[in-house]
């Protein structure tokens, strides 16, 4: 019972992998067009962007001047240290993944074996989960102490 349970969850996951695909790198290209959605919403529904992280507990939240840095992000070229902070590594990320996105998507079309690129993809996201958790663990333990 439990290997059929396995086998048809990883026969479904294969199924909808290019629209688990398709949903990623939209969500990524939103990332980055963020700053500029942001100033348009801003104007129609100012509430929708105040933090509720900040509005709760009165402190800066772990992204807190994310939409700053991915509007300042041409100050790359002036200052290389700029990429060395934790936005600038999320925004390291963030370009991996539109371009493995992209690679998965024309893997997945031209009907190429998608095992190996689909066990790596599930190891990356967990990767980035476990270290996401603890940059914002870490953060508020730095928070709590100043």
Known sequence: MEHYIKTNFMKKLKENYMYINIVFLILCIYII?????????????????QCPYKEMTG???????????IANIGTVFHDITYLFNFFGIFMICVFIEIISRIYIIIR????????????ID??????????????EIIYIVIQQCS
Do not use: V
């Open 108 to 119: 997945i079309k031209r009907k190429k074996n998608i095992d190996t690129i689909l066990k």
């Open 122 to 135: 599930i190891i990356w996201h967990i990767l980035l989960i476990i270290a996401f958790a603890s940059y």
């Open 33 to 49: 067009f963020y700053p500029f959605f942001a100033q348009a919403l801003e104007k129609i529904f100012p509430a929708l962007l």
């Open 59 to 69: 402190m800066p939240c772990p992204l807190c001047g994310g939409t700053r840095y």
